[in-house]
């Protein structure tokens, strides 16, 4: 690995750990946010799973150090009232410890959910996008942070009602984040918001309507949300974090792919493991 790509992944790390501090404590100003050696904790404990986020910051980690970082994310997360995922990326590992990390998972009482891709790209501006089939509508009301969970909730299979509490009454939401609705014959069907971090604009919860995938309502919701946020903001650079079936969307916008990513639950009773197919961001 060359020092950019590690430096690639060290940025996308950052970028987690900067972003999901604000939505996370826009749900709780109270909520278990911390930078513990090796662990960033942004855990809501809220019922949105993904406001409930530990991931691993150690640069170069061996085995050794993964094991342990391994049992303590495992040991915070039974803690918690509310289940949420442990993120790895794999570019901060040895290759001994990516050799291992299944296996030391397992052992320390995880399961694998599903596999993600980080990206980047100074591909700011974009032109403003356009799709003969939506008109796109800035998120700015209670209705609109609803029709953005609810989107959320059917993409990703989560109960909508866990959808909600992650994004309702949120001024952060309708305020300084830059979040838009595609509709389509006046109903929301796909959604993409971007957010401004550390001098570059993060792309998050990107999500279509299982009813309308394979339409390119995502691609051009995305490209809403950065033309945007970027004119907004004046910003060049962009990173997201995709899901598998998201992953080959963002390299058509300028998105160049850097570290593949792990999710982790709690292995659950039954031996039934969690798992996601949406073609998005989160």
């Known amino acids: 690995m060359t020092e950019t790509e590690r430096a690639d992944a060290v940025e996308s790390m950052e970028q987690l750990a900067t972003v999901w501090r604000a939505m996370v404590l826009d749900r709780d100003p109270k909520a278990d946010v911390r930078d513990l050696p090796g662990i960033a904790v942004r855990w809501a404990d809220g019922r949105f799973p993904f406001w409930n986020c530990l991931t691993l910051t150690d640069v170069r980690a061996d085995a050794g150090v993964l094991e342990q970082r391994l049992r303590q994310a495992a040991d915070i997360m039974r803690s918690k009232t509310h289940p949420g995922f442990l993120w790895i990326f794999d570019d901060l590992l040895t290759d001994e410890a990516r050799a291992q990390s299944s296996r030391l998972a397992e052992e320390a009482g995880l399961a694998y959910a599903f596999p993600g891709t980080a990206m980047a790209g100074d591909l700011l501006p974009v032109p403003e996008s356009t799709h003969p089939d939506l008109t796109f509508v800035r998120v700015t ?13 059917r993409a990703y299979g989560f109960p909508l009602e866990h959808g909600r509490d992650g994004l309702a009454g949120s001024t952060l939401w309708t305020n300084g984040v830059y979040a838009y609705l595609g509709l389509r014959d006046g109903v929301p069907v796909t959604c993409a918001a971007t957010v401004e971090a550390d001098g570059r604009l993060f792309v998050i919860l990107v999500a279509t309507d299982p009813d309308c995938e394979r339409r390119g309502y995502g691609e051009a919701v995305t490209r809403k949300a950065l033309y945007e946020g970027g004119r907004a903001t004046g910003l060049t650079r962009a990173t997201l974090h995709a899901t598998a079936a998201g992953a080959p969307v963002y390299p058509r916008i300028g998105f160049v792919p850097n570290s593949p990513m792990g999710f982790y639950g709690l292995q659950p009773v039954g031996g039934q493991s969690s798992g996601s197919s949406a073609a998005g961001t989160v």
């Open 141 to 153: 009301t209670e209705a609109h942070l609803r029709a953005y969970a609810d989107i959320n909730s």
